[in-house]
């Protein structure tokens, strides 16, 4: 249940990113409202995974699925600039995550 509260806080983190850009530095009020909620929920969710997660793992997963997650939708959605090197990078951010999760798996396994 951890890893999945632990997604889902990374997976509202871009919610929150992109919150930001749209909020305009506060300017805009649905979009700080909106901000403001996933912040909280991101960061709930976040504190909920730790209680089982080691805090490395779970902050480098949480915040590569909100790294990687908000190029993706810049580029898809803002348009943002598409690279090899960008794109190669992503690709590695994505294997780092899931290879703290494959790692973790088997240091629990070890301890068991």
């Given at each position: 249940m951890?890893?999945?509260l632990l997604i889902i806080a990374g997976l509202t983190e871009i919610?929150?990113?992109i919150g930001l850009k749209e909020a305009h530095g506060f300017?805009?009020?649905v979009p700080s409202i909106v901000?403001?909620?996933f912040l909280i929920v991101s960061f709930f969710l976040f504190a909920k995974a730790?209680?089982?997660i080691p805090i490395g793992t779970a902050y480098?997963?949480?915040t590569g699925i909100g790294a990687a997650g908000t190029a993706i939708v810049?580029?898809?959605?803002f348009g943002e600039e598409v690279s090899a090197g960008k794109l190669l990078f992503l690709f590695v951010?994505?294997?780092?995550?899931i290879g703290l999760k494959l790692v973790n798996d088997e240091d629990e396994e070890e301890a068991i």
């Open positions: 951890a890893w999945i919610v929150w990113a300017t805009e009020l901000t403001i909620i730790m209680k089982t480098a997963i949480f810049g580029i898809i959605w951010l994505l294997f780092g995550i």
